[in-house]
């Protein structure tokens, strides 16, 4: 058995044309989603992430305004300022603050100041608390690609077991919770697991996500088991990896994602959808 590739680029194209028609039918109405990206410092990687957003969303119509600030001359007190200011203004319908943020600034005092109808990233603990209640505004974007591609590669949750490695709150918990209201029998492992690859060979589902490379590995997979891999690691070569042996696994599973290629493009593309979710709102 050779798993079938879940393309991750070909299904994020399919949800910015999406957003793209709901963008134009909120102009239409007289409305431009727009999102507020603030960005401290100049880590390498956070700059190549903001300007990507940036590009995806001019791609789809929304707006953004951008607001580059430097790492010395910014404190907490300032920055909750500004995410004030954005809080209150009618016309940004999306507030995303880049992370990590520089060390001497309170990065969980700044995300609680987002106003939770807002917060796009949805990691704010009003808009997690209403994932668990089963009554989401805003789904974090990784957990809500990983959705769709099992969406799109044609594999329903219901009553199957689905394994979760890793337990942030970024991906690993929400994640499970979307599992569970798809009605799928959900665990989650973690770092105090004692036999991972047991767990792995009994699931259906298998949600990587814990940022090291080749964890799980090949002959641990279920035959037939669906495969999401959202690691993202560089190895000595330089080369991008998952944190599931690829070559391994897909010689066992159903349906599995590439590294590159498959969850990380889902990412932005979820974002988008939420910045014109929130504009929906305020179409009305």
């Not at 999306?94 to 990065?107: F, R, S």
């Not at 609680?112 to 997690?128: E, R, T, W, Y």
């Not at 219901?158 to 490695?165: D, F, M, P, S």
């Not at 000595?236 to 159903?254: H, I, N, P, S």
């Amino acid at each position: 058995m050779t798993a079938a590739l879940i393309d991750g680029k070909a299904v994020s194209a399919q949800v910015l044309e999406e957003v793209r028609q709901r963008v134009a039918a909120c102009v239409a109405k007289g409305v431009t989603p727009t999102l507020a990206v603030v960005l401290v410092g100049d880590d390498p990687a956070s700059q190549i992430y903001v300007r990507n957003k940036g590009r995806r969303a001019a791609e789809v119509g929304i707006a953004t305004r951008d607001h580059r600030l430097g790492a010395k001359e910014t404190t907490t007190e300032s920055l909750l300022e500004l995410v004030a200011q954005l809080d209150a203004d009618p016309e940004v319908d999306g507030i995303l603050v880049q992370l990590p943020l520089p060390g001497h600034i309170d990065a969980d005092a700044v995300l609680l100041a987002i106003d939770p109808a807002k917060d796009v990233d949805g990691f704010h603990p009003d808009n997690l608390g209403r994932l668990v209640l089963g009554k989401p505004r805003f789904v974090p974007c990784t957990p809500a690609g990983c959705m769709r591609l099992l969406q799109e590669a044609g594999v329903d949750p219901a009553g199957k077991r689905a394994l979760v490695i890793g337990r942030s709150t970024i991906v690993g918990k929400p994640m499970a919770h979307l599992l569970l209201a798809a009605n799928a029998t959900v665990t989650i492992a973690h770092s105090r697991t004692t036999n991972l690859a047991e767990e792995v060979s009994r699931a259906d589902i298998v949600v990587a996500a814990v940022g090291r490379a080749h964890l799980v590995r090949g002959e641990w997979i279920k035959p037939g088991a669906a495969v999401i891999d959202v690691g993202m690691n560089r190895l000595d070569t330089g080369k991008l990896a998952g944190d599931v042996d690829f070559e391994g696994a897909r010689q066992r599973a159903g349906a599995i994602t590439p590294v590159p290629g498959g969850v990380g493009p889902m990412t932005i593309a979820g974002l988008m959808a939420n910045v014109v979710r929130s504009a929906e709102s305020r179409v009305g």
